[in-house]
């Protein structure tokens, strides 16, 4: 890349270049686990298959929802039709009778357990970090490794609780140890796994609108504390969308007013260098491309930096935002409605800073919950 400086020098540039040198231990490493996690999900997909084409017929047959159908219809009727069906056929010989709550305990079993153990505080989450002190800290990563050491080891074949987990104590702590060092082996591999997936899902967003690098999002501690038993994963959905813009307006209603400053000097430092840049452009375009700065050979040409003075100009104007005019305890009630999870020591204290601090540590920047799950990778095997 630092090779291509002009139209004539970028067609000699090889972008795509054999690979002339063995590669290094760190990469080999990298491409035998990645190997072997593709390896393992082509197995567990091509397993699966068997069970997926009984369930496509069944719901085929018996139900009458064909392919077409199921992109039409809701859960709802989903359950419905199993409900009757079970009147017809006695399909499930556990109950004589199905309903739909009897569906939503079966689809949420191992996700309950993981709710009530977040809610009764069963798990030891809690942890001090540099910079951000104590706070609950339940990443993906953790989550992955509960569902491994405990949730998925809970049911037999048939979906029953085996009846030595229980007593099975030197089990449970084998698998805790195996999974502490995998994750611990891991480690380099996992973080950098986690730095590319997160650019990839973001990198599209923040390039149409680079102002959502400071947007805010639920951390998955919060996600799981609101969560309630036998939820569905898309009515949960609904209901934590919902939450989204009175979460931001409550937030709003208390400005960082440093940051608020920084951020209006910067809009106005670059602001102005994005309108000569665009001035001069509009007098000669071709000042763009044929300026440099420095005026050496490996200056960068103007076009370059209105690119990046406009990328730091978005960026700095959602940071710039002026406050929310009216009456924080109406946002807080508003999330609260919507996310069905107030604490009893917030009400009538919306307005209280101490208040705003706790919450945004349920409500935090997309980045800082990307940083909590590097962080993870070292805190998750301790």
């Keep these: 890349l630092h090779d291509c400086r002009d139209e004539q020098s970028c067609m000699q540039v090889d972008f795509f270049r054999p690979l002339r040198e063995p590669p290094s231990l760190f990469m080999c490493g990298y491409l035998v686990v990645f190997a072997t996690h593709l390896a393992w999900q082509a197995a567990h997909i091509a397993a699966e298959v068997?069970?997926?084409?009984?369930?496509?017929?069944?719901?085929?047959?018996?139900?009458?929802?064909?392919?077409?159908?199921?992109?039409?219809?809701?859960?709802?009727?989903?359950?419905?039709?199993?409900?009757?069906?079970?009147?017809?056929?006695?399909?499930?010989?556990?109950?004589?009778?199905?309903?739909?709550?009897?569906?939503?305990?079966?689809?949420?079993?191992?996700?309950?357990?993981?709710?009530?153990?977040?809610?009764?505080?069963?798990?030891?989450?809690?942890?001090?970090?540099?910079?951000l002190g104590s706070r609950q800290l339940l990443t993906k990563t953790l989550e992955w490794n509960i569902y491994a050491i405990l949730l998925n080891s809970m049911y037999d074949g048939q979906f029953r609780i085996r009846k030595d987990f229980l007593t099975d104590i030197p089990g449970l702590r084998r698998r805790m140890v195996v999974a502490g060092v995998a994750n611990l082996a891991l480690l380099p591999f996992i973080a950098l796994f986690m730095a590319v997936f997160f650019f990839l899902k973001h990198a599209e967003e923040f390039h149409r609108h680079p102002g959502s690098i400071g947007a805010r999002s639920y951390t998955p501690f919060a996600l799981w504390a609101f969560r309630e038993y036998n939820e569905l994963p898309h009515v949960f959905d609904e209901r934590v969308n919902a939450s989204y813009e009175p979460a931001n307006r409550y937030v709003a209603s208390f400005p960082a007013r440093e940051l608020g400053i920084l951020a209006r000097l910067?809009?106005?430092?670059?602001?102005?260098?994005?309108?000569?840049?665009?001035?001069?452009?509009?007098?000669?375009?071709?000042?763009?491309?044929?300026?440099?700065?420095?005026?050496?050979?490996?200056?960068?040409?103007?076009?370059?930096?209105?690119?990046?003075?406009?990328?730091?100009?978005?960026?700095?104007?959602?940071?710039?935002?002026?406050?929310e005019a009216g009456a924080p305890e109406y946002w807080l009630r508003r999330v609260a409605t919507c996310t069905h999870?107030?604490?009893?020591?917030?009400?009538?204290?919306?307005?209280?800073?101490?208040?705003?601090?706790?919450?945004?540590?349920?409500?935090?920047?997309?980045?800082?919950?990307?940083?909590?799950?590097?962080?993870?990778?070292?805190?998750?095997?301790?």
């Design 266 to 323: 910067v809009t106005f430092v670059f602001g102005s260098f994005a309108a000569l840049a665009i001035l001069l452009s509009v007098l000669n375009q071709d000042v763009l491309i044929y300026t440099r700065i420095p005026a050496h050979e490996g200056g960068r040409n103007l076009l370059w930096y209105l690119a990046v003075c406009s990328t730091f100009l978005a960026v700095s104007r959602s940071f710039a935002q002026e406050p």
């Design 341 to 382: 999870a107030m604490r009893s020591d917030w009400h009538g204290r919306a307005h209280d800073p101490a208040v705003h601090a706790e919450f945004a540590r349920f409500f935090e920047y997309k980045v800082v919950v990307f940083l909590l799950e590097v962080a993870s990778c070292v805190t998750t095997p301790l």
């Design 50 to 131: 068997r069970f997926l084409l009984e369930i496509r017929t069944f719901y085929s047959r018996q139900l009458g929802l064909d392919d077409a159908a199921l992109q039409l219809v809701g859960w709802d009727e989903v359950v419905r039709r199993l409900v009757e069906h079970q009147r017809r056929s006695k399909f499930c010989i556990v109950k004589e009778t199905l309903t739909a709550h009897d569906v939503a305990m079966r689809v949420m079993r191992k996700e309950n357990w993981l709710v009530a153990l977040v809610n009764n505080e069963v798990l030891p989450l809690r942890i001090w970090l540099p910079g």
